[in-house]
């Protein structure tokens, strides 16, 4: 059991990161770009994004392997260039010094029928190839985020167990608040889909992205109520704003930390930001979990 | 009669829809009926429903596909009863590059295809460059952009910067949406916007009108 697992066991409160996609067009990427590809061409400024948030207080950061599965990466040409990729990415991630390093394992991108086209098989193919890339490049945990339909969410787990067997596996599915209470798009309710992950074999489950931070409370506590896992919340900063041609999140670091304290104080192991989350969201955080004495 | 026809599009039985309208051509019925006493309403049903809470992403597509079903039967008959003056405009929809959702992409096109426009649907992934030329080729009354990630709304600025230079003034106007996009953000890049794809239809229809009368 490496570190991170033994601190998962021991249900350590840890503080993650945030947003990596918003930094990178900070730096430059130019919209319509694969992040991933700025792993292989723009290597210093990701390692730099990585080292902000060490600087911030994380202590755990997510390697920029988010779409580094060969489906999407296909979209960007970069299919063939998968194992180099997740290997690269893992390493920037630990040359920033971190003292965990979470490979980030995004959807295909692909929807089942009805709704789309994608097909199961090629979807765990997709997921074991990205699975033995991350295995061979040691992070210390993976974490499956950002999924909008349980189903391939299971499927990303299934093949990581198999593929990369002395990993824990964290995953996050992405949720909308309903008037009966916290579905995915695709009508996964919250604490069935937690459940259904903790049975699959999850080491830690829980939700990131579009919801902000109030919104993401409640989840907590209705999570917390529904497993007995290590639980893992990951708000945006509230709600997309446009100011002068670009896009802006409107939330301030405090407002975010304040919330997210009380998300921690609720029993949630894993707290960190998703997207408009930079390193100053993750610096009031800290200072919070570090007043509040949470920290191990 | 109509009745039925609502609750195919609200069930997602395409191959119900499908019979249904065409009953309706054979039997030389009213077509401009159908669709918006059946179908349509079927769909804005289908919309309500997804507002609620109680329709999520699968029962939404199969409605738009019962609806689409549908309208592949009526659509001709429809150009023929109005003289070939069916279409309400041209729209040419995609969504943008960088971004590879096209679910809600899709839905607005059908719906506008259902709601009288000719619409150049050009998938997912698409370029700047190739909505301007496509709209150039096809004399667009609209370009619609779909972008579902906050780091490619830039993209629909791009296009709305890339307008002007068609040269086609007033026309075409562009049309943004997706999950991230908003009022303030449409208004600041000189955008329409609809906040979902039944709206969208609406949003569509006043700006054909508008650009007419411009």
Redesign the interface.
Known sequence: MNAFAERLRRRETALLDGGLGSLLIARGLAGGEAPESWVLSRPDDVRRVHGDYVGAGSDAVHAATFGANAIRLARFSLADRCEELNAEAVRLARESGARFVLADVGPTGEYLPPVGTGDRRSWKEAFVRQGRALAAAVPDALHVETMTDLREALIALEALKESAPSLPVMVSLTFQRKKRGFFTIMGDALAGSLRSLAEAGADAVGANCTLASADMRLLAEEARAAVDLPLVIQPNAGSPEAREGSVFYSQAPEAFAEEMALVASLGVELVGGCCGTDPRFIRALRSRLDSKGSRS | MYAEMKQAVVL?DAVRARQLAEGVVDGEGDVVAAIEQGFAAGIRRVGDLWE??EY????L??GA?AMKAAMAVLQPALRKRLGGKASKGRVVIGT??????D?GKTLVATLLSAGGFEVDDLGS?V?VDRFLARAKENGADIIAASALL??????Q??IADGIPSLGLAPRPRLLVGG??T?A??AA??GAAWAENALRAVAVAESLVGASRRA
Request: glycine share 8%.
């Open positions: 997602g609620e809470g999520f992403l699968p029962e597509v199969q596909e943008v590059q960088g971004d590879l959702h679910i992934d370029s906050t780091t490619t709304m830039p993209v600025k791009a999950a991230p908003t303030a953000w600041q890049i």
